[in-house]
Structures are given as C-alpha cells and as structure tokens.
C-alpha cells in the first residue's frame, strides 16, 4: 500500500491534511513506526531479580519487536523516582511508565489495594483470570483513568510468607503489641488484632529486627528473603501470608502517552508485557524451593499460622472491606463485583484444582 | 542509523556483499520487517473457543504489532490439515505453524507428553515455571529439532474434570471393562487398571455414550463439556483428571522458517504467545464456574475418583514412566529432570500456596 492509499484507507482526504494535523494527534498516520524512548521508574531494587528482571526482559522485547525503535530505560527504585511516588510520576508526565505493586497507593485510595491483593483474597491463577477475563482489567483502567494512568499485568509473586518472628507466635494473644514490619491492607487487618505495624525501609529491616526494634517483618518468599540474611536474627518463618495470597504487580502508564502511540506500539506493549508477566511468576515458583531448602538447612524453622489468627484476621479483614465500601464508592464500585468473582472462582477451583493438587501432595508427604 | 551504517554494525563489509548472501540467509539485515504470511492449523475447532480464540487474539497481536506486515491466517482443525497431523504439517512445511497440545503426537515418541502433561504431573503453574524457567523449554526445544519444530507455550486449560461416567465407579474393580473415551498417557494408565481406552471424534461421542457403545468419556471441563451435552447421558461428572493436572498447549513452528526470521519478529512472535498464552488459562478460569453450576442445576452428580482408584493410577503410571525411561534415551533426557522439578515444585507450593489455598477455600466451605 503505498503512502496516499494508506492515508485514503485512514479516511482522510489526500491533500496534506495529514501533515498538518500534527504528530502528537496523528502519530499512527503520520509515522506508523516512529522512534520513541521512554523512561521506567521501577518501585523495586535490582536485588529483587525476579521483578527487576521481569521489567528488563519487557524493555527488551519491547526493543527487539519494534528493530529499537522503541526504546524502554529501566531505572531502578530511587534513581529517578522514591519507590512509592512513581504513580506521580506516571500522573505528572516525569516518567512515561512504572513498574510498580498498585497496593503502594493506599494512601491515596484503598481500592488501588485490590489489583495487587486484599488479605484472604484471590490466587495467582484467580487474580489473573479476574483481570484478564473477569472484567478486572476494565474496572481498574476506568479507576486509573483518575490518576491519568493505565495498566497492564506485570508479574505476581504467588502466595508470600508470613515473614520471620523473633519468637512463636500461637494466639491473637500474643499478637498484642508485636511490632511486626508490615504495610498495607495486611498492616490495618493485622493492627485490629493488636500488632502495631512498622514501615521501615528493607536495608534497616535486619538491623531493626537484630535489635529487637522490631518483633517480626515480613519481606516476600524464600528468594527474596534469604538475601536480606533475616534467618540470621529471626528463626521463626510463618506461612502463608494470608494478607498476600498472591501479590500481582502491574506496568502503569501515563494515559496520554499511552493514547498517542500507534496501534503497532500498543500492541506491542501489551504482548511484551504478558510476556515479562510469565517470566516473573515462573522465576519464582522455580526459585523458591531451593532458597526455603538452603534456609531449612540453617535452622530456620517452619511454622503455620495457627487457625485462632487466621479465623480472627479473616473477620477483621472483611470488617474492613465491608465498612470501606460502604463510605468509598470507588472501591465498592471494584469491590463487589471482585468479591462475586471471588467466591464463584474458589467453588470451581476447590472442584479439580484443588483435589488435584490435595492429591499428589499428600503422595509426596507419604513420601511416594 | 542509515543503511551503509547498518550494515557495518552488523559486522559486514559495505562492498555489496550483504545483498549477494541472499535474503533467505541474512532476511533481518536484507529487510528487517518484511511482509510474511504464515497459515496456522490449529487442533482444536472453532466450537473450543477459549482454546481457538486465543490462537485467534496471537495472530490478530502479530499482525498489529507488525502494522501488518506478518498475517497470520489461522485454520480450525481439519480445514487444512486433520488435527492429529498437524506436526507433519509443520515439520514438511505443509503450513508454517501450528496450536496443538504436544501429547496428541506420543504415537511418535512418548516424549512428546511431557509437555502438555503427564499423568499425577505438574499443575499450570508448576508447568510453566518448568518451561519457562526450569530449562523445559530448552530440553524440548532440543527434542522438538528431531521434527523439525521449535515451540512456544500456547496456554492452558487447568485441572480438567475426569469425566462423564453412566454408573458410579468406586472401586478399581469398577472399572474392569470400562469403555472409557480416554487417550493419551490417561489412557495408558487407566488400560493398567483394567479400563478399555476408546478413540472417538468429539461429534460422536454424544451418540456412543448415548447408545451405551461406551460407558464413560472425558473431555476438558465444565466450559467444553456443556456443549457437547454430554450430562443428557451420563450424569456421574468425576473429578479431578488425574491425567491432566493442567494440559499446556503449544505453538509449534517450523524451525526453518523460525529460523529465517527477522529478530524483531522473533521477539513479536514470543510476546504475542505469552499473550495469548495467559489470556486461554484466564478463559477458562474465568469460565468453567457458570458452566459447572449450570450443570448442577441439570441435576449433574459431582464425584471424586476414589483414593483407591487414584492410588492404583498413581503406581501405574510411575510404573509405565520408569519403563519407559529405561527404554528411551530421549524421554529419559526430559522425564528425570522433569521429575527432579516436579518433587522441589511440590515441595515449595506445599508450603505457602497449599496452605493459602486450603484455609480459604474451608472458609468459603464453612459459609463465611
């Protein structure tokens, strides 16, 4: 197709029209394929390989696909942008885009908490199929159309730990007073059963917790959490993070850049995205194993939560949904429609997942 | 970058020879991004359409990422090639590509199960992190060259029901004799326990099970099983598929065309298969609980398989894969490394997202 064709075809009419339109409204028409760079702030160090990884395997695909003309920097947490003030800068046009966990913003919105995780919420599989499938991903771009931004998946830990005790923890009782490093929605549901929750920054989590500063951190899973050497000063490792059943990380965008590029771009950032999505989950569900067996093997020792704290964090989280969505349109508006998804997908998925898996686990435990 | 710098960069003299190497050598330096139509069989027909509409949104990314450069015309199976040929199709270059589920090819080596899945196997996640970072895609890869094929992850439909049963079965007992619509590695084990395998087209399954010419047939799961109608006679619906923990389907593709392939269409063609790949798993999680209560409501009667059953079914099928790494150098290579995997992954997911799971799934059981 030759140029005046392609621009007759686009429905304009061939008389220059086109170039006088400008780049910025027209840049399909006028360059399908035009050189672009952008800027990636990432929320997340380069220590966190499996995310920062993930990040610079989108960037890449992103340059193959388009012969480098479109090129992605991904700067590190801090370089360009403090970790948890990448959506402004996403809003405000600093950065193009940011590799981020939407949870990061519940101070601005509760209802940012609910694409990354809510406590006894959705798992891995769940929450992707909730966003991709289930209407999720529509929901969230009108939310995020507020912050001039727009979304798309960008990885999921699966299911966290609980994070490292200085000592056992069996009752709410002895929840009373734990200074325990947890952030989010976790911290609040956590803080109605008497823990006073802690914000520090990962480089002072071992010091705090070595001098009793603190009484327990949570972190991520075994990967992670091995590399911060907090088995060193902590020997209790609870699972699972009830507040993290899955931990979905997206790729926000700012909106206007996102609407100005062409079609061809677009597409491609969607694709390299899922991509990159696949890796990060893979990187650590094949990790994790050999991370939690090198801790074993240094003493650290296993512990679940005992069903007394479940059962009363599992009230206190709902108490919290149910009382925000009553005052907060925006996060009932996602909320409710989530909670749907939410129980339909735990009774198909307790149907043939979960006996599958129930299954050859207890073979493994029976040691066959 | 103009093109006499180009192609310096690219480690060539600038006297004429790149155009002499020929484009069927050098295409990314003769043309970065020409025009290239493929045609994909599929093995799947339109009426599976969360398996058919994802290799439907593949092709509609590659070709907008390109801006229409690279089509990608896709065929429902049997339009082009009968469905369990569609691996002759690509290794003759009968067509370039093709969406299949590698385990309908174990007539040529049973090697070819293990990446779709083998009996009490991975689960989806497990799979694709053995694919993606487990070196399952290396070592199939390696396989795949044999045939001439090179493949990319093409989605996965979860765990799948057992199947549609006209009479209870309880026992290992119960099924001697069985007329069972079952293939695959499934088949193999269940021929262990004294079941009868049957080979049926999907459009004549209904009317076997009807006229009691079987006494049993498995599909996929709720979503694809509706449609064929199938609890109008048989109204027992078994779970879980002990063959099919999760069923990965892949994009194979000729390795010499994939190979004669730009780089950027390398990279657009990985990023619209993870693409693709996530959107299939999403459909059919997002899907399968409106089909299953609808199904209960047609007064469908759910059973687990028996610990009996499923135990005898796990020693047979360790059973039939010890055999046959002993026999066979190529499913040794991929089995026991597989195997290795399979043992951490369960170890690990045992832990955090076992327990995760099964608290909450017991609160949803509870009514809370």
Not at 172 to 199: C, M
């Amino acid at each position: 197709m030759d140029r005046r064709q392609f621009i007759r075809k686009a429905g304009l009419v061939s008389t220059g029209a086109a170039a006088s339109v400008g780049t910025l409204a027209m840049p399909a028409i006028a360059q399908s394929m035009p050189e672009i760079k952008w800027r990636l702030a990432s929320s997340f160090p380069k220590s966190t390989d499996a995310i920062f990884g993930s990040s610079e395997l989108f960037a890449k695909t992103v340059s193959e696909a388009t012969d480098g003309k479109f090129q992605i920097q991904v700067f590190p947490a801090g370089e360009l942008v403090p970790p948890l003030q990448v959506l402004d800068a996403v809003q405000n046009d600093t950065v193009e885009i940011t590799h981020t966990a939407s949870y990061y913003f519940i101070g601005k919105d509760l209802t940012f908490a609910i694409a990354t995780s809510l406590p006894f919420g959705l798992n891995t599989r769940q929450q992707q199929a909730w966003i991709l499938q289930g209407g999720g991903l529509e929901l969230f771009n009108d939310f995020l159309a507020n912050y001039n931004a727009v979304m798309l998946l960008g990885g999921n830990t699966g299911t966290q730990m609980g994070g490292w005790f200085r000592n056992e923890i069996n009752s709410v009782a002895d929840l009373k007073g734990l200074k325990f490093r947890v952030g989010g929605v976790g911290g609040k549901v956590l803080s109605a059963l008497g823990v006073v929750p802690q914000q520090i920054p990962a480089p002072d989590i071992y010091p705090a917790l070595e001098k009793g500063t603190i009484d327990a951190t949570e972190w991520v899973g075994p990967y992670d959490d091995e590399r911060l050497g907090l088995y060193q000063v902590a020997k209790y490792y609870y699972y699972p993070s009830f507040w993290e059943g899955s931990s979905a990380l997206q790729y926000m965008i700012n909106k206007k850049k996102w609407d100005e590029l062409p079609q061809a771009y677009k597409a491609v950032l969607k694709a390299a995205a899922a991509l990159a999505n696949d890796d990060m989950t893979a990187a650590y569900d094949a990790r994790n194993f050999a991370a939690l067996k090198r801790l074993v093997a240094q003493g650290v020792q296993l512990r679940p939560f005992s069903r007394e704290i479940l059962d009363a964090a599992y009230d206190a989280a709902f108490k919290l949904y149910e009382d925000e969505a009553a005052k907060n349109p925006a996060f009932k508006k996602i909320y409710e429609p989530w909670k749907q998804f939410r129980a339909e997908s735990y009774q198909w998925f307790r149907v043939a997942e979960y006996n599958f898996d129930s299954y050859v686990y207890s073979q493994q435990a029976a040691g066959k």
